[in-house]
């Protein structure tokens, strides 16, 4: 076991540096675009106030509030010791709620969506991938093609697919919102069957898209392990077939669990316009609602929110990986 | 170099990826020279009209009239106007008048007209109907023996002196004009937007834009990328370390997270096209880095590389001529699969409303925004979203095809 410790060590570090480097740049990207923010805010609330000494006083008033009349650092500062008290100010587009208010409200729907059907879709891809890599033939012939055609088609147009043919053609399901529009949240079992029978589409539909490129990863893996020489030589020693197959897969998954920290980035970001098509409450068609307001600390607190939740999902699998990669053990015992 | 290509245009996947994304192309080049329509003017009064051809009305009554005895014409009329709920009604009136429902057939135009004729009389007492429902039918009727006359219409224009109607000429329910003689038609394949704007004009310049930002964007990550490769895995050391690490921070730091608050912080009225384009290709250069570094280190020991080294050849000279050959057509795959996510980013954005802005150009993504706001998939309006979405699907299809076929030809193991 204490082998292990520089392997995790060595992650929590990292996990720790891209922690502050994303808080950084979620900071500092938007203050390096030209233009002030404060001014394009301003602007905006002050449209139809003709007196110049009104719309200072505004200006005034968030400049205060965001410290941009301070130095950087400082501004720095200010913004971190907000964040980890919480407190991201006030929502521009839904004043007066507060922007941890709207995210506490969204957050959830949108963590109880995306990592199931992402690890729905991957286990379900990977099984698909390596089906088509051992039994070659029709099987392989017949989900190749899908799973390219489905993992190039965009998230969204999947949503949009499912939607039109479930929900509008075939009315089996609702094809908006996280629960009818006429309950309000509550421990009852109307609530939580009407908020089942919404998870529906767009869980499927994030699923969908993930089944399509696990597959094509774990196929090429499969089939490159197929061939390597240790199969060859299991088989001349007379080894049984499915007992080969167990190492073949359990080496061909490992890429694929390293694949699915890399890649669980890309996939939140698709599963985000996913929620938006269904007008899902969660944070994707929260970032929405803050593009169409042009609410600046909504947006701002949102993308830091599902990078952390990105970050904290890396390294969780990564830890995981290092319990089952042998040569992270093989390496440790030198 | 020719024994290559001959090699990739063997491969099926390959070929088969090339000649949908050149048909894509072709299309785009060649539409606008036949039809040279502006793509965002706005003809239609109304939103979502349906696809087809548009035939004006006051130009085919002015258009030369021949005469055709067409046995069908007139149940089509009728057929045309009767809907499906006068349909209903007349079964009910009959049913109820005690004729079989099995006799009745509403969607057999000619037999139910006959039987309509034959009984009804609108003094018949039908059990429960109400007197709003016998004016119902008495109009219904009335409307009916309208459709049928044989009359012709009289076709009148105003004198502006007088005020008074003068006949211009008649038209005959036998009359018809040929369209190709007729001064104003439009054909509408794909119909209306819901801002009244032709739907094909609109996607091809869309397909055109979305492809260009998917280039540029795709060429800014895969240069950064091929760029801090090489240099990375070639040169080592530091320079190896630092190039690693920012790689390795914006492989965990979601891209398209980045992406969202570059572009929202960029603001609406500086977004054009190709700013959108640039900010991707910015965004998305991590996987090629690490792809071209993992490509350089595993030839960095070649003996043709260290033959050049010895011979005192220069850096640039050896990155060029003894490297980039052989990890060529690593790139060239790496760059088609960057140009296809360009584009599915760039419709992504749109989608969240940070698109490019919208009054200059449309972009495959726009057009999706567009008909998301307005509901098209809950209306209905099919014309509004498939085919931009299968424009998108193709494209990235396409390019995924021809990035398979090439792995296959240049990663043997991967063969069936």
């Known amino acids: ?334 | 170099m020719k024994h290559t290509l001959r090699q990739i245009f063997h491969s099926g996947k390959f070929v088969f990826g090339f000649s949908i994304f050149v048909a894509i192309l072709l299309i785009v080049i060649i539409y606008p020279l036949l039809f040279p329509y502006p793509p965002l003017a706005i003809i239609s009064q109304g939103t979502f009209f349906e696809p087809g051809i548009y035939v004006n009305v006051y130009d085919s009554v002015n258009a030369p009239k021949h005469i055709l005895n067409l046995e069908d014409a007139n149940v089509k009329r009728i057929a045309s106007k009767l809907d499906q709920e006068a349909r209903l009604a007349m079964r009910d009136w009959l049913v109820g008048y005690g004729i079989p429902e099995a006799e009745i057939d509403i969607e057999d135009t000619p037999k139910l007209l006959e039987l309509w004729e034959t009984h009804y009389d609108p003094k018949a007492n039908i059990p429960g109907m109400t007197n709003a429902k016998r004016n119902y039918f008495i109009r219904l009727n009335s409307s009916l023996k309208g459709l049928l006359s044989t009359e012709d219409l009289i076709v009148a224009a105003k004198n502006a002196e007088t005020g008074a109607l003068e006949e211009k000429g008649t038209l005959m329910p036998a009359d018809y004009v040929n369209v190709k003689e007729v001064a104003n038609v439009r054909f509408l394949p794909l119909g209306t937007d819901n801002f009244g704007r032709d739907v094909l004009t609109e996607l091809v310049r869309a397909t055109q834009v979305s492809l260009l930002i998917g280039l540029v964007a795709g060429s800014i990550a895969t240069l950064i990328g091929l760029t801090l490769g090489l240099l990375s895995g070639y040169i080592g050391g530091i320079v190896d370390d630092i190039i690693m690490f920012f790689t390795n921070l914006f492989t965990v730091i979601p891209g398209f997270v980045m992406l969202i608050l570059i572009s929202f912080s960029i603001g609406q009225d500086k977004r054009g096209a190709v700013t959108v384009a640039v900010v991707i290709g910015l965004t998305s250069w991590v996987w090629t880095t690490r792809a071209v570094r993992a490509q350089v280190m595993s030839l960095r020991n070649r003996d043709h590389v260290n033959l050049s080294k010895l011979s005192g050849h220069s850096l640039v000279h050896i990155i060029l001529n003894d490297i980039l050959p052989y990890i060529a057509s690593y790139v060239v795959m790496a760059l088609i699969l960057q140009i296809s996510s360009g584009i599915l980013a760039e419709a992504g954005l749109s989608i969240l409303g940070l698109g490019p802005r919208t009054t200059e150009v449309p972009t495959l993504g726009l057009m999706m925004n567009w008909a998301m706001i307005y509901q098209a998939q809950i209306l209905g309006k099919w014309w509004a979203y498939l085919p931009v979405l299968i424009t998108i699907a193709l494209i990235t299809f396409s390019m995924n095809l021809m990035n398979t076929g090439l792995d296959q030809i240049f990663n043997p193991a991967l063969r069936d």
């Open chain 1, 1 to 334: 076991m204490k082998g292990y410790r520089k392997y995790f060590l060595n992650k929590l570090g990292w996990f720790l540096i891209t922690f502050v480097c994303a808080f950084i740049l979620n900071f500092i990207l938007p203050r390096l675009m030209p233009g002030d923010p404060v001014a394009a805010i301003v602007s905006k609330l002050a449209q139809g106030i003709s007196e110049s000494t009104g719309v200072r006083a505004i200006y005034q008033q968030y400049a205060e509030l965001f410290g941009t009349n301070k130095p950087m650092y400082e501004q720095f500062l200010i913004y971190m010791k907000n964040v980890l008290r919480g407190d991201f100010g006030f929502s521009f587009s839904q004043y007066p709620r507060t922007v941890a208010d709207v995210i506490r409200s969204s957050i959830l729907w949108t963590v109880c969506l995306q990592f199931p059907a992402i690890i729905v879709g991957w286990v379900l891809g990977n099984t698909l991938g390596a089906l088509a890599a051992y039994l070659k033939g029709g099987f392989d012939k017949v989900v190749m093609p899908i799973s390219i055609f489905m993992s190039n088609f965009p998230a969204f147009g999947m949503a949009i697919i499912l939607m039109v043919i479930f929900g509008v053609t075939l009315e089996w399901l609702p094809t908006s919102g996280g629960y009818g529009f006429d309950l309000i949240p509550e421990f009852s079992w109307k609530f939580i069957r009407s908020v089942i029978v919404h998870y529906q589409l767009p869980f499927w539909s994030i699923v969908l898209i993930a089944i399509g490129g696990q597959a094509i990863g774990m196929r090429s893996m499969a089939i490159y392990e197929l061939n390597a020489d240790y199969v060859k030589f299991a088989r001349f020693m007379g080894i049984k077939d499915r007992k080969i197959i167990g190492y073949v897969f359990r080496n061909a998954m490992l890429p694929q669990v390293t694949g699915l920290a890399l890649s669980i980035g890309t996939m939140v970001g698709g599963a985000l316009v996913a929620e938006i098509v269904f007008s899902y409450p969660g944070l994707g068609y929260t970032i929405m609602n803050g593009v169409m307001g042009q609410d600046y600390p909504l947006i701002s607190a949102t993308t830091l929110i599902i990078t952390i939740m990105v970050l904290t999902a890396t390294f969780v699998i990564e830890i995981l990986y290092g319990f089952i990669d042998p040569r992270i053990k093989a390496a440790q015992a030198d």
